[in-house]
T-cell receptor, first 116, second 109 residues
Framework: GAVVSQHPSWVICKSGTSVKIECRSLDFQATTMFWYRQFPKQSLMLMATSNEGSKATYEQGVEKDKFLINHASLTLSTLTVTSAHPEDSSFYIC????????????FGEGSRLTVL | GQNIDQPTEMTATEGAIVQINCTYQ??????LFWYQQHAGEAPTFLSY??LDGLEEKGRFSSFLSRSKGYSYLLLKELQMKDSASYLC??????????WGAGTKLIIKP
């Protein structure tokens, strides 16, 4: 099946710093990528949808200036958490959907962010 | 509004059968997905239903009734490794996935 790689898997940073998370589709072209956040014992929460070559569409309540999303190519999307604070500590997961009829999503491994 | 309901937690015995239900109310329907998520890991795809009926895939089966807004995931011959959260998600008319909160399945020996 299709493979989506997410990096880094774990990141610890100091409050006020910025963190970049990469999401790559390894064997297919992902026209659409999704970024989710998941707090402990809760379901996935969609943060934003990014389409290659255009601006990301953010869900209500998600600060676009804080969570910068770039989808510059069909195989790479990045999420940058700017000026991270402890409340941003969470599990961030990306998923990609290629030009497939079923709309099946392929998930990255996830990135656990801890802000001290 | 859009809503996906599934039980918060279920417990079953190794070797037994368990059915996890999911009911939904969404703006349009373009398919229902089941995903498995082990603690600390990303979800993995289990099944996709867009037509009414039962889809069987090994020990796992998924059923859909569009008229009732209802689906279930059936797990047979439970194994300890099946302990995980099971997420129900519906794709609405805008092709956006609406996620349920997940059902935590606990398997006991």
């Amino acid at each position: 099946g299709a493979v989506v790689s997410q990096h880094p898997s774990w990141v610890i940073c100091k409050s006020g710093t910025s963190v970049k998370i990469e999401c790559r589709s390894l064997d297919f072209q992902a026209t659409t990528m999704f970024w989710y956040r998941q707090f402990p014992k809760q379901s996935l929460m969609l943060m934003a949808t990014s389409n290659e070559g255009s601006k990301a569409t953010y869900e209500q309540g998600v600060e676009k200036d804080k969570f910068l999303i770039n989808h510059a190519s069909l195989t790479l999307s990045t999420l940058t958490v700017t000026s991270a604070h402890p409340e941003d500590s969470s599990f961030y997961i990306c998923s990609a959907r290629g030009a497939r009829e079923t709309g099946e999503l392929f998930f990255g491994e996830g990135s656990r962010l801890t802000v001290l | 509004g859009q809503n996906i309901d599934q039980p918060t937690e279920m417990t079953a015995t190794e070797g037994a059968i368990v059915q996890i239900n999911c009911t939904y109310q969404t703006s349009g329907f373009n398919g229902l997905f089941w995903y498995q998520q082990h603690a600390g890991e990303a979800p993995t795809f289990l099944s996709y239903n867009v037509l009414d009926g039962l889809e069987e895939k090994g020990r796992f089966s998924s059923f859909l009734s569009r008229s009732k807004g209802y689906s279930y995931l059936l797990l047979k011959e439970l194994q300890m490794k099946d302990s995980a959260s099971y997420l129900c998600a519906v794709m609405d008319s805008n092709y956006q996935l609406i996620w349920g909160a997940g059902t935590k399945l606990i398997i006991k020996p």
